[in-house]
């Protein structure tokens, strides 16, 4: 156990619709990094946060957004979804941001959008 | 930019030889790097890394990692795997560039160790 959690495990949802993630970082970490895995585009960095502020932004669609709430914990808000958003999203968090230090991944949301 | 590669798609062992999963880098500058575990359904368990110093790392599970300069290589490696080590590899390195240092990731390497 990475001691990153992740809620749902799973979500079926209809195209159009809108959906949140929520992780749940270590305890003590500061950083929350938001990755997608698909298998045409490998894990796929999309937004990351340290202590609550945005820090750096990856190929994040206009329809995704994110944040860090006080108690670090973090969400990403999925909206009008479309079939190709359907995809396994990591969250993952660390103590510091960048550096030498590894970050321990939460075991992921199945997104199906049908 | 920076990027890893891992040429390969997939490696089939027999249990009990040796493994090597090939990564390579570009970077500016010292890399820090990365190995992860996926097992299916699961999330990445990180195996080991390289900062700086010995050049053969050591990891969970018996993993090693060998860091080459020269050859700007980290390939993963293990004397004996096990039909339990069949899994998805993902080689990493942080980004020094960009000021949260997300971490780039290969497009990972399918092991498959048969009995």
């Known amino acids: 156990d990475s001691g990153v959690t992740q809620t749902p495990k799973h979500l079926i949802t209809a195209t159009g619709q809108r959906v949140t993630l929520r992780c749940s970082p270590r305890s003590g970490d500061l950083s929350v990094y938001w990755y997608q895995q698909s298998l045409d585009q490998g894990l796929q960095f999309l937004i990351q946060?340290?202590?609550?502020?945005?820090?750096a932004k990856g190929n994040i669609l206009e329809r995704f957004s994110a944040q860090q709430f006080p108690d670090l914990h973090s969400e990403l808000n999925l909206s009008s979804l479309e079939l190709g958003d359907s995809a396994l999203y990591f969250c993952?968090?660390?103590?510091?941001?960048?550096?030498?230090?590894?970050?321990?991944f939460g075991q992921g949301t199945r997104l199906t959008v049908v | 930019a920076q990027s890893v590669a891992q040429p390969e798609d997939q490696v089939n062992v027999a249990e009990g030889n040796p493994l090597t999963v090939k990564c390579t880098y570009s970077?500016?500058?010292?890399?820090?790097l990365f190995w992860y575990v996926q097992y299916p359904n699961r999330g990445l368990q990180f195996l080991l890394k390289?900062?700086?110093?010995?050049?053969l790392v050591k990891g969970s599970y018996g993993f090693e990692a060998e860091f080459n300069k020269s050859q700007t290589s980290f390939h993963l490696k293990k004397p004996s795997a096990l039909v339990s080590d069949s899994a998805l590899y993902f080689c990493a390195v942080r980004d020094m560039n960009n000021q949260g240092g997300k971490l780039i990731f290969g497009q990972g390497t399918e092991l498959s160790v048969k009995p």
């Open positions: 970077v500016s500058g010292n890399p820090y």
């Open positions: 946060y340290y202590n609550g502020e945005e820090r």
């Open positions: 390289y900062i700086t110093g010995d050049n």
């Open positions: 993952a968090s660390s103590k510091r941001q960048g550096g030498n230090t590894e970050a321990f």
